[in-house]
């Protein structure tokens, strides 16, 4: 998925009024029913914004596919054995990687 904020147009920093807001405005130029893959594709960028957890999942973890693709190495990696979960140590430094890149600490944002 494309990032959210850019598909709807909306700041990172945007409430959920103005996310809403937003939202129905581009759902009433670009109905369901004329513009079937438009309507898709904002709809899913609305679900990932329409609340404020979501959105901070979403800067952190949504729009870094490199966080994401590191997770998924680390939890699918074929010289481990297979685990259900990942240690709390990785959890957190990806996380606190995420949160960085997010807020713009490491100069990449």
């Known amino acids: 998925m494309n990032d959210p904020f850019s598909t709807l147009g909306v700041d990172e920093d945007a409430d959920d ?38 959105r901070l999942e979403t800067k952190v973890l949504g729009t870094r596919d490199s966080v994401l693709g590191r997770i998924k190495s680390h939890l699918l990696a074929p010289s481990k054995p297979v685990c259900a979960r990942a240690s709390k140590t990785t959890v957190t430094a990806l996380l606190i990687d995420g949160i960085d890149r997010a807020c713009g600490q490491d100069g990449t944002a």
Do not use: G, H, M, W
Not at 27 to 33: I, K, M, N, S, W
Not at 38 to 54: G, I, M, P, V
């Open 17 to 54: 009024d103005q996310i809403k807001q937003r939202y129905l405005s581009l759902v009433r130029l670009f109905p369901p029913d004329r513009e079937p893959e438009r309507f898709q594709a904002y709809r899913a960028a609305y679900e990932a914004l329409s609340d404020q957890r979501k």
